[in-house]
């Protein structure tokens, strides 16, 4: 298929989550950022050069008064975001400077936290926002914005490059483009809008995330969600599972009828066909454990072991320890059972991490998997975002590679040797439960920013080379692009 454009090099950045009140914003790298758009609109003046934000540009469900889909106060939003918020204002004026310049292109394609921008008025916001009369002329026909689920095809050199967010194979995250193609046309028509059906994620954090996330920051940027978030947030507040538990069987409910309604007829991952899922065995033993309450933890683990058992899973594994989902062995249970303290119940109920690959960027992951097996074999780079884990893979459908430029949130990682270590853990569980946005980045290499880009770049004969790269501080008050090692990849030439 002959691609949409051709560049000499194409940056890719994803998952930047602008938005939120000051002290719960995920995003935290203002400087970096301009210093990054500063840097591309200077560099081979020449050279035709892209930069393509892959998904979650903008976080209309992390602004005060979110709603599942707002058409009427995504426009107020977005310029709270774009003029008005010192966090994000340098950025959109650094935007409008990136593509002002001669050969600089930008290329806006939609997340799931952003769909808002699908809307025609909203995306002609947007568009004003990043090249305000001032800079304009030219710069509009180097200004990209794909609001359609289609994703971005460009060529770099004689390589192809597929963009997508990765959403498109989250069964918890799918975008209903059809429904927003309607409500966009009755708005206009002046016409009442069917009510917007929320996909599973979005239900998880309008109705319950939000909430928690005000009193726990840790939430958003703990990973992994699974194996880490839930069993921490059982243990700094164990009433929170409760409404977690019961917010994941109502948005999965929903979430599914939705999959199947605009998901492919064979299903985005296979011939599976979508049920409702049940409780989450870890979630169960994880309030148990915080609650400290013995005939709960009985019932529980009964409860436990039935649920194992219908899905397959030998009762006597558990009852043995060698596995209870993401808590792991019943080393936990023991101490909990000797009166230990809680976050020594839970440092022992966290040992799957010491074993976790998350941030393994040679991991292929679920979502690797399930686009690989979804996108042409015979892209040369498919970029994927939405995990906010980087990923650089060979691809095992075909010869090509993919990347997943992870994000530009704050992450926080438990590293094993703290996890053991009793008195580094229980001093970190106190900061974690305890701590607001602000304590977070204050204690000592907890919080990472890790200003992921993805790098094509055309080579001579007609190929193209690929590499992950991180905006980290350079010299004194600046920046610098530090390559990701053993990331390098080519293909064609």
């Known amino acids: 298929m002959t691609p949409v454009h051709r560049f000499d090099q194409l940056y890719v950045v994803s998952d930047l989550h602008f938005g939120g009140e000051a002290g719960f914003q995920i995003f935290g790298s203002r400087d970096a950022m301009v210093w990054l758009l500063d840097e591309l609109r200077r560099r081979d003046p020449a050279q035709q050069i892209a930069l393509v934000i892959n998904g979650d540009f903008v976080d209309f469900l992390a602004e005060s008064d979110p709603r599942y889909f707002d058409p009427y106060g995504a426009v107020g939003k977005l310029e709270r975001i774009a003029l008005v918020d010192p966090a994000f204002a340098p950025i959109f004026a650094a935007f409008s400077r990136f593509v002002g310049a001669p050969n600089r292109h930008l290329i806006v394609n939609l997340g799931n936290h952003d769909l808002e921008l699908a809307l025609p008025w909203v995306r002609r916001r947007l568009f004003d926002l990043l090249v305000p009369i001032p800079v304009a002329g030219d710069a509009l026909r180097r200004l990209h914005l794909v609001m359609d689920g289609t994703g971005v095809a460009c060529a770099v050199g004689a390589c192809s490059v597929r963009c997508v967010h990765g959403n498109e194979v989250d069964r918890w995250n799918p975008a209903d483009f059809e429904k927003i193609r309607e409500i966009g046309r009755d708005v206009q028509l002046g016409r009442p809008i069917d009510a917007w059906v929320p996909n599973a994620g979005t239900q998880m954090v309008i109705n319950v995330m939000n909430r928690i996330k005000r009193r726990y920051p840790f939430v958003d940027l703990l990973k992994p969600e699974k194996e880490a978030v839930v069993p921490v947030l059982a243990a700094c507040d164990p009433d929170q599972i409760a409404s977690l538990d019961r917010a994941v069987k109502l948005a999965s409910v929903a979430g599914s009828r939705l999959w199947a309604g605009i998901a492919k007829p064979r299903g985005m991952l296979g011939e599976e066909t979508p049920g409702e899922p049940s409780p989450s065995t870890a979630n169960l033993l994880a309030s148990a454990f915080a609650h400290r309450d013995t005939a709960r933890t009985t019932d529980t683990m009964m409860r ?190």
């Open 304 to 493: 436990a072991v039935e649920e194992a058992a219908r899905h397959g899973t030998d009762p006597l594994v558990m009852v043995e320890g060698r596995s209870v989902e993401q808590l792991g062995k019943f080393g936990a249970l023991g101490k909990w059972l000797t009166g230990e303290s809680t976050e020594e119940v839970l440092r022992e109920a966290l040992e799957k991490l010491d074993r976790d690959r998350s941030f393994d960027v040679r991991d292929y992951d679920d979502t690797a998997k399930a686009l690989d097996d979804e996108i042409s074999p015979a892209i040369d780079f498919l970029i994927a975002g939405h995990t906010h884990l980087d990923r650089a893979l060979q691809r095992r459908n075909g010869g090509g590679v993919y990347y997943n430029s992870g994000t530009w949130a704050r992450l926080i990682r438990i590293p094993g040797d703290v996890r053991r270590d009793s008195a580094k853990f229980a001093a970190l569980y106190q900061v974690l439960k305890d701590g607001n946005m602000e304590t977070l980045d204050a204690e000592n290499d907890l919080v990472s920013r890790p200003n992921t880009v993805v790098a094509i770049r055309a080579e001579p004969g007609g190929g193209a080379k690929g590499e992950l790269l991180h905006v980290v501080p350079g010299a004194p008050g600046g920046y610098m692009l530090q390559t990701v090692p053993e990331t390098s990849f080519k293909r064609g030439g």
